[in-house]
Structure formats: C-alpha cells, structure tokens
C-alpha cells in the first residue's frame, strides 16, 4: 500500500549515488485546497512542494529552502519551502488564465529565473539562482544544478489533486566503480510515469526501476503541512503598523483582518483586541465598546 | 506597479510623521501596511508575505536593513524620496538580477 506524506531515503549499492522518494498526500491536500489557481497552476505547486522537501533532505540545514518563481506572466508567483523538521508550505498565485499551457515555464511566468534561499537562520540567507528553463520544474531544478555547479541530481516530479511525488537520484563524490552506474540509472528512472509516481508504493517503484540493482531503503521520516502563522506573530504586525494606522483600519472597516498568504488562516482584531495591544488609549469608534 | 491613491497615501502619511527616522516594511497582499524595525523582523516579513510590495524611505537605517536582506527577482519596491524637507514623494522599482529597475507607480482608487 502506497505511505503517504513520507520521505524514503535509498542507497544504490557498490555506487556512490543516493536516491529520494516521496509521496505528499494529506500534506499536499492543505496547499491544494487553499489555492484557487488553476489545475495547471496547482500542479507546478505539487511538483515544487515535492521538489524542495526532496532538495532540503539532500541538505544538513537547520532552517527552511525555499523555491521561488517571480514574474509578470499568467502564473505570477510560485513559492515552495520545506524546513529541516520536514514541514511544508507553499502558494501560487495565478493573475489571469494560462493562454497555452504547453509554453515554457519562461513564458507562462514571464520570468527568468528560478529562486533557491537557504535559511540557516542565523546571518544572511544563501542565495541560489539560476535560469528559468524547459517546459517543467524538474527540468528547471537539473539545470539549476548544472547552473550551480552542486552534485550531479535528477528530478522526476508529479502532482494531481491528491497527491504530489517525486523522486530524487544524487551521484555523491567518489569514483564510479561502474563507470556506466550513473547513466544507466538515470536512463533507467526516466522510465517511470506519472501514475507510477503518484500510485505505486516505495517499494513497487523501487522494484519496477532497479530491480537488477540491490539497493538500502531506510526508514520512511513523515512530512507535514505546517504554517509558521500565529495571532501573535499576527498581533505585532498590527503592532508595527501604528496607533494610528490601526484606529483608521478600525474606523474604516470595524475590525482589522489579516489572512496568511500560505494556509488562509483569517485574524481579526476588534477595537478591544487592539486597544489591548497597544495597552492605551486609542481614538476608537464610538460605537465599540471595551471591558 | 498600481496601489490604491489610499495605500499611497498612508505611506506618505507614515513618511511625514516621522522624516527624519526609519521607515521600512511591506505592502500586504490587502495592502495593508507593515512596519519592520529590525533585519530580523523584516526578514520574516518577507518570508510570511512573500506576494508583497517593500516600501522604504531614504533613513541611512532603512538602508542598511534593506541591503542586507537578498532581494528576490521581480521583488517590487517603493522608496519614499524627500528631495525637498517635507515634500515627499514616492518611486516604484522591480529587482531585475540585482538591479532595481525604475517602472510606473499607478494609483487605483
């Protein structure tokens, strides 16, 4: 049976290459149902959400990766991001309908980069960008690694409404005892479908892909949606936008909202929630009333 | 880049009320303002918000916070300019590479 929001890790015996699986289904459905984006749109986000918990377990980091397309195209924003406790988050943004969705991703985003940030949270991020090119993300990530000169790695990405999976092959330094290893595993990976990616179990696509090869499958690790949202980091945004800005949102629209941009998450605040955040008086509208 | 005449005139609003300071955050996705007063706060703000406008004004501190932060491409940007004492206005930037490049600041209303 197929294990859902995991990551698997495998090794390739008697080679230096190391490979990634996983398969984001609760998870993915968090990300899938707050967007309003189309199908097209929804399935880049599949592919990138998979695509950087792939990339962040490939590094020892303690913080957050983060993928980013920007542009001035159809699709206009595409954020991913993956934390070393195996979290994920992710948006798109859609500003008008995708006129031929078989046009490169330059094209539909109207940009021409791609975006990797590692977080380490301490200091100034790390900072990897490289050409937006070919017509899918995963060609887009293998020519950033070739771009950024990282470990040679292939990507193979799928998404639809229910799930996202990918599967990941690295060639780690070292000699090839098998000079061939890396080329005909890779050929061999670039066989999988779509529908094998998304339905078949770790082990069953393993099997279908290597099955002359004897490989180490460790131990799935889980995956979860997690959003770094909270009504308190919420309650010093409105902090920090002044008394006064705040009483003018208050008299404007009697409450102040603010929504998360990745999970939707909706925060009011009313004339009493603010005048206790501010912890004085402040002009409200007459026709609220405090404790 | 197009604002509400009204998000433009709570920034001017903001600039004035303290010229001579630092004045630096981000226009929310409902173009709601928010302040960052640190790298740290303005660096999360950038991660939680990232369908958002940065503003700043030309304070040496919203300067040095703004520059150390690694601007994402296609991040638009508004700057609050004093050329003349109390006269401000205001300019929009797109980050191309790692250039800003000027484009049109239109008002909604």
Partial sequence: MKSNDQIFRFLIDHTPIRGQLISLDASWQKCYQQSDASEYAKELLGHALAAVTLLASTLKIDGSLTLQIRGQGAIHLLVAQATNDRTIRGLVRQSHEIENPDASLQEIFKADKIVITIDNGKGKPHQGIAPLTGFSLSEALEAYFEHSEQLPTRVWLASNESSASGLLLQKLPGELEDKDSWNRLTQLASTITDQELLELDENEILYRLFHEESIALFDAEPVRFQCSCSRNKTSNMIKSLGKSEASDILHEQGKIQISCEFCNANYEFDSVDVKQLFESDMNLPENYTTH | ?109
């Fill in chain 2, 1 to 109: 880049m197009k604002i509400k005449r009204t998000t433009a005139n709570k920034i001017m609003g903001q600039a004035s009320s303290q010229p001579d300071s630092c004045l630096l955050g981000i226009l929310n996705a409902n173009e709601q303002l928010i302040k960052a007063h640190t790298v740290e706060e303005f660096k999360q703000l950038l991660i939680d918000h990232p369908d958002s406008i940065l503003f700043f004004n030309q304070d040496p501190l919203a300067r040095e916070i703004k520059s150390s932060i690694v601007h994402v491409d296609g991040q638009q940007h508004i700057e609050v300019f004093q050329e003349t004492k109390g006269v401000f206005g205001l300019r929009a930037y797109l980050q191309i590479g790692k250039i800003q490049t000027p484009v049109t600041l239109e008002l909604s209303e």
